[in-house]
């Protein structure tokens, strides 16, 4: 119907460090709308993207979408898998993956993440950033993401769970309006 929407998000897994997403309203003439690795600023810390990005919605003081308040499409994945650092038998340190990220669903604009990179490290600084010292493993798993308070009908997120190589369970409260007092 008029003003329907269909758009799909794909990983790369292991065949690379990439998110796609597409917008399949006509099936027969899928349009490319974005893609986001290692490259896109603000993203160097993503690794392979085993991660499924969730979709998800929250309230944006400032949605990119938009360019306004109100509720805004995101999508929520972790920063993914250091093949070097977890496939040997020997575990070594990682270098990639240690994080997560929450970008614009419609546009691929990175609104929030967190990585123990230093701000300097995360170059060109772009979108909120939190700096997790402690957060050395790869983030390769599916994320939980869920409404902690219920506040229906809305179903907005404001918390999201995430698991590590190292065995370490990560919780970000996302239920402030400015990703910047996301914790």
Known sequence: G?????????????????????DVIDPDAPVYKWKIDNSTPGFSELGQTWSEPKVAKITLANCPATGAAGICKVLIFGAGYDAAANDPATQVTATMGRGIFVVDAITGTLIWHTSPRTLLDVNPPTGSYVQT???????????????????????????????????????????????NNWT
């Open 2 to 22: 008029t003003g329907a929407k269909a758009q799909i998000y794909a990983g790369m897994r292991r065949g690379g460090r990439f998110y796609y997403s597409l």
């Open 133 to 179: 010292s402690g957060m050395t493993y790869a983030v390769p798993a599916d994320l939980a993401v869920i409404d902690s308070d219920r506040d229906l009908p809305d179903k907005l997120a404001d918390r999201v769970y995430a698991a590590d190589t190292g065995g370490n369970i990560w919780r970000v409260n996302i239920g402030d309006t400015n990703p």
